[in-house]
């Protein structure tokens, strides 16, 4: 059973371009979480989506920031405009459709914004 | 609203000593989880450990045990007989378990604390 796999690994972006960011959460899992980290800094929680629906966008930033989880395919978190202050870590998180489970994490996407 | 407070950023130690990772949070919820995860220098997250709150026996795994006092809102973490290989930033995290009708919900987490384990 594959963990939960995110795509690309590094990400480099000029400045108002547009970054993607993708996550293909674990087999079986409904639920897809994603959170920031910022240099030296904890995670921060930004979305949290569920097939075709976003349940809790909280933490995601008014503007240039979406995240979209279709009923097929991978969940993409998409930037447009990006600056440098965007440059950081997301990870993506899936679940399953049960309580006590914790979430399993992707490997991250590094973006780096010049 | 929930907090965590990782008030350690950074600890070095040489190989062997045991050490301690301090962890505080605050939630008004009556049933949560806490976490520990471990970011290697590689960059991923490690799940170490999830405890719900109405568990407060200690546990043990191998080199690494989690001391959780409910009653000082603290979920500690020592290492023992600390390796090189433990380098990594640590972090504390809490969910709550009531949100969303007890579905699973977004982690909290601390700011992490950066362990350095010297030769």
């Known amino acids: 059973n594959a963990g939960v796999m995110q795509n690309p690994r590094h990400l480099v972006r000029r400045r108002g371009q547009e970054a993607r960011l993708r996550c293909s959460p674990m087999k079986g899992h409904s639920h897809v979480y994603w959170y920031r980290q910022l240099p030296e800094e904890g995670l921060k929680f930004m979305v949290y989506?569920?097939?075709?629906?976003?349940?809790?966008e909280s933490g995601m930033p008014k503007e240039r920031f979406s995240a979209e989880f279709p009923k097929e395919g991978p969940s993409i978190l998409r930037i447009q405009q990006v600056v440098r202050g965007d440059s950081a870590a997301y990870f993506c998180?899936?679940?399953?459709?049960?309580?006590?489970?914790?979430?399993?994490f992707g490997q991250g996407t590094r973006l780096t914004v010049v | 609203a929930q907090k965590v407070t990782q008030a350690q950023t950074e600890i070095s130690v040489v190989e062997k000593e045991d050490v301690t990772l301090d962890c505080v949070y605050e939630t008004r919820d009556t049933t949560y989880y806490l976490f520990w995860y471990k970011q290697p220098p590689s960059g991923e997250l490690v799940f170490l450990i999830r405890?719900?709150?109405?568990?407060?026996q200690n546990e043990i795994s191998g080199r690494y045990s989690w001391n959780f006092q409910k009653s000082t809102s603290s979920f500690n973490f020592t290492i023992t007989a600390s390796q090189v290989v433990d380098s990594a930033v640590y972090f504390c995290?809490?969910?709550?378990?009531?949100?969303?009708?007890?579905?699973?919900?977004?982690?909290?987490f601390g700011k992490g604390i950066t362990l350095s384990v010297r030769p």
């Open positions: 989506l569920q097939k075709e629906n976003i349940i809790d």
């Open positions: 995290a809490l969910r709550d378990d009531l949100a969303l009708g007890g579905a699973n919900s977004k982690l909290t």
């Open positions: 405890r719900n709150s109405f568990d407060e």
């Open positions: 998180a899936s679940s399953p459709w049960t309580g006590n489970t914790e979430a399993f």
